[in-house]
């Protein structure tokens, strides 16, 4: 049996109707499978969190090749088609949760883990991706890499440089703490049912240090958001008018970088948004 055979076995063996609001559309492309495996780099050393297993098509490669894989799963109905699938594997543990309201930390010291080897695989619908990698990051969840399938024109911005022509708040924000590839292309044939859109599986590797130096990670952020908030406006306008600072205060701090006033925020590297931070945060 081929793979869009097997699933299409599973979900009739079980009476499944893919649930739309839980973002469900089933990989049924074993290249992509294969891709997505390689590009994780899992070996026998690793812990692999898997966030939205579904009917278990990438846990099940993930079981023979990690040392452990903990799955996150919200949908009951895929809980216990994996428990059936893989009673046997005495290295898979399920968790029934939203992982959006899981404390990665408590997760690691209840699971007793090891911090070292802990590595996210996820396929998750759309609108939580963005969320769950913001949340990883900015808790800083102890994990190596976080690979994970996206909507392609997302995984553009994420994985942009900052300063380039696609770079958004994000951009930056993703920059700060990772190194991002991405791993491959996803057509909508490759799922049942077929999303509305094509994906892209991009890896998040975690940087041991920071590109630049922040005094007040908080204030940098903030400052970032601010800047894109509203796209074409100039990063005067923009910072004044999310009371990062008044105008005045803004145009010196851009002269002490020797920015021009009508800068827009994509046009800045990462190290001026870090002088930019810093040097607003030690006047306030
Ligand atoms: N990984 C499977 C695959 O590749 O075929 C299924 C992918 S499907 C796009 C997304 C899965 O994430 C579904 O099984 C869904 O039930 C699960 N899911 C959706 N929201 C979730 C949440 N907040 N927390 C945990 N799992 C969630």
Do not use: W
């Amino acid at each position: 049996m081929n793979l869009e055979e097997e699933t299409k076995f599973l979900i009739k063996k079980y009476h499944i109707t893919a649930n739309k609001s839980l973002g469900q559309n089933f990989l049924i492309s074993e290249q992509v499978v294969k891709n997505i495996i390689e590009g994780a780099e899992i070996t026998k050393e690793d812990i692999v969190i898997e966030i939205g297993p579904g009917l278990g098509t990438l846990t099940k490669e993930l079981l023979e090749k990690a040392k452990r894989v903990i799955a996150i799963e919200l949908d009951e109905r895929m809980i216990a088609i994996l428990q059936e699938r893989f009673a046997l594997y005495h290295n898979f543990e399920i968790i029934k949760k939203d992982v959006l309201k899981i404390d990665f930390d408590k997760l690691v010291y209840e699971q007793n883990i090891e911090k070292e080897n802990i590595k996210i695989v996820a396929n998750l619908p759309y609108y939580i991706t963005t969320p769950i990698i913001m949340k990883l990051l900015e808790e800083k969840a102890p994990v190596e890499s976080i690979t994970i399938m996206i909507q392609k024109e997302v995984a553009q911005r994420l994985i942009e440089l900052p300063g380039q022509k696609n770079a958004g708040a994000i951009t930056y924000c993703v920059y700060y703490y990772c190194e991002s590839e991405s791993i491959t292309v996803v057509p909508k044939s490759s799922f049942i049912p077929e999303p509305q859109v094509e994906s892209q599986v991009i890896k998040l590797n975690i940087r041991k240090q920071p590109p630049v130096k922040l005094e007040n990670e908080k204030l940098f952020f903030k400052l970032v958001k601010a800047s894109f908030m509203q796209r074409r406006k100039t990063l005067l306008n923009g910072l004044s008018n999310n009371k990062i600072a008044d105008k005045q205060t803004i145009k010196q701090l851009l002269i002490s970088l020797d920015l021009p006033e009508n800068v827009r925020g994509e046009d800045l590297s990462i190290e001026q948004f870090a002088s930019l931070a810093n040097k607003l945060n030690s006047i306030k």
